[in-house]
């Protein structure tokens, strides 16, 4: 059993910061074989869409083209945790932020993977 623990949202006003974390928790040998790590945002009414993802060991991250320039992913020291830095945050940012692990990457992002609980964001104008 994986567990992905999330941290970090709330509310901020337009042009704020936020930063986000996720560790990941129990079984250590499925743990050890994740390969990307990252967060996904769902906005009421709309798809789950990705933010930013990481590859694990490797460091390579990859960003939706909406939050390039203003969002930073990054591993913690060790393999299982990982943070999400945004900036400059904009109202349409809000939503629940949910973060995904896998052994199984496409393009930058991991898929078929475990999810975390989710995180809500409120970015006001």
């Known amino acids: 059993q994986v567990r992905l623990g999330e941290s970090g949202g709330g509310s901020v006003q337009a042009g704020g910061s936020l930063t986000l974390s996720c560790a990941a928790s129990?079984?250590?040998?499925?743990?050890?074989?994740?390969?990307?790590m990252g967060w996904f945002r769902e906005a009421p009414g709309k798809q789950r869409e990705g933010v930013a993802g990481i590859t694990i060991g490797g460091g390579s991250t990859s960003y939706r083209d909406a939050v390039k320039g203003r969002f930073t992913i990054f591993q913690d020291n060790g393999k299982n945790t990982i943070t999400l830095k945004m900036d400059r945050l904009k109202p349409e940012g809000s939503g629940t932020y949910f973060c995904?692990?896998?052994?199984?990457?496409?393009?930058?992002?991991?898929?078929?993977?475990?999810w975390g609980r989710g995180t809500q964001v409120a970015v006001s104008s």
């Open positions: 129990g079984d250590t040998k499925r743990i050890n074989r994740f390969k990307c």
């Open positions: 995904s692990a896998s052994a199984d990457c496409r393009n930058g992002y991991p898929q078929f993977g475990y």
